[in-house]
């Protein structure tokens, strides 16, 4: 973003673009809010007026119950023949569309009551109508295609609570009594509506609380009764032309109305969609609660509402940004036009052009003062160029005279280094002198003693002499080894370069041959490791001199008693890498960055300090490289890179 233009654009644009679209976010948030509950007010209200049809349904059925009984014409058809008073029945029924309607003598009213607490209250004296569950048995007894009405297989449903039943065949009826006492008759008259299949009865409530379902923009709403958990009577669809019946409530809305009596105005999930819900528990005459009324309208057109609402709003936001952009390009012109020829002097400045000027920019202020500043600055640093110029070529002459003095100094190091280099070599094989000559004379001890043998045992013949002649040879070549190696290690080589193609394994085992002695005599266990390696290039005496340094350190560090483990592996960087680890008292930390350091000892008249300078030197010829560090369970552990060449 190099453009003044654009960085001022956003300067300006930044607070509408990151305020407003926070204002807009919190303004829809609570907006939604107060949205949502509207319509929970709305279907709170629409459950209102539901139940108040339920509750008038039923005080209706009672009164006009009770209307029936306390007429003259209802007692007089009570003295006529059975048939007679069979038709009235069926003609009462239909005229007050009830579903059963039968009459009760006074002898069978006790037991009737001791069931129904509605019979009891009317022998009391008292009509009325409650909601009752009547079981299949009951229901059949009233009439067969009553029971038959009420059966409603149930439609498995997803989130309901699991029930092994198949088919609800209990009835949910407005259950009606009503005392007669005229003429001498004594007993009840009981009637009722089964509400299960009743689609007169959720039709009606449905055209009530959604009288205005079919016009443009209004509430799509359903109704539905449930028996316990069950759909017995709606106008949700589950297809087409197929109401839900059979179908259940979820388990999370059966445990909050049923389970615990509350009433649930809430959205959720109905057969096929989701609805403003509100669900109210029922409770029949014995005060147990034994279903649910509900209402609700689709949720879908208000979210899509909301939504149209916050595209609106987005919408409008992105028109004031794409309005602001120009307007504000427009007034700020006289800004950004001196601003962008500065910066063009600038990159020309920068591109080495320092006769680059700015000149009269037009703009008055601030603008105008950093222009001529600007100019003035320019006019210093073109003249400093030219001194600087000056200056370069004075210090070059000088570089080049000093560095032909450093060269000549160089050279001079470097044959000091070659006499250091030898000097720290001769140390090596003093330290291993002794060693050697111990070596040396016990396998000459065992010829000696074994010649003997020989010359005692020749008369009868070589036979009984076989294991000491095998000795004898092995002692030989045992001195011949160390002779040998001792000579390789000794062997100069003018600090030149020979590099070759070395394979580590045999020259660490080489070296634990000429260190052997010492080892020997400190009692120093020794464990090797070593993983297949490539080759790497490095003069092997060289080498050699780097491994006996530091297996003689760690020897000496460690004293009487010690491990020594040797380790050789792959390295991820390539080549191979060599650990020499002790089990002494390892490095102090304050001195791990000064031991490679020339002439730093811990053995103060024992050494000359140059060892490790030394073999740090010849790794880091040969292009790899030699650290030290600490082991976390105590002593020291050098580690060696050789690449692979």
Partial sequence: MTSVRLRLLILALAPLIVLMPLLLLLGMTRW??????????????????????????????GDELNAVTASVEFNT?????????????????????????????????????????????????????????????????????????????????????PT?????????????ASPITLNGHRGVLVGGILLNRNLDFIDTINDLVYAHAGAAGARQGTATLFLDDVRISTNVRLFEDVRALGTRVSGEVRKAVLSEGRIWLDRAFVVNDWYISGYLPITDSFGDRVGMLYVGFLEAPFNVAKRDAFLWMMAAFAAVLILSAPVFLWMARGIFAPLERMTQVINRVGRGDLSARIGPVGARGEIGEVAQHLDGLLEQVQDRDLRLRAWNEELNKRVDQRTAELSEANAKLEQTFRQLVMSEKLASIGEITAGVAHEINNPVAVILGNVDVIRQTLGEGAVPVRTELDLIDKQVSRIEAIVGKLLKFAAPSDFADHQQQVDLAPVVRDCLVLVDHLISQHQITVTCQFDPVPPVRVDTGEIQQVIVNLVVNAVQAMGDGGQLILQLYPDPRGGAA??????????????????????????????TGLGLSISQTLIQRAGGLISVRNRDGGGAEFTVWLPER
């Fill in 164 to 176: 092994t039943r198949a088919v609800e065949d209990r009835g949910m009826v407005i259950h009606a």
């Fill in 32 to 61: 939604t809010s107060d949205y949502d509950k509207v319509l929970i007010a709305n279907v709170e209200s629409d459950l209102k007026i539901a139940s108040q049809y339920l509750s008038r349904l039923r005080a209706k059925t």
């Fill in 77 to 161: 058809w009570l003295d006529r023949p059975e048939d007679e008073r069979a038709r009235y029945f069926d003609e009462t029924r239909d005229r007050l569309g009830l579903t059963f309607l039968y009459y009760l003598p006074a002898e069978q009213v006790g037991r009737a009551g001791a069931i129904w607490p509605v019979i009891a209250q009317a022998a009391a004296g008292q009509g009325g109508a409650q909601i009752d569950i009547m079981a299949s048995d009951t229901l059949a007894r009233l009439s067969p295609e009553i029971a038959q009405t009420a059966r409603i297989p149930l439609i498995a449903t997803p989130a309901a609570v």
């Fill in 578 to 607: 060599l650990v020499v680890q002790d089990s002494g008292p390892g490095v102090a930390e304050d001195q791990l960055g000064s031991v490679f350091d020339p002439f730093f000892t811990t053995k103060r008249g024992e050494g």
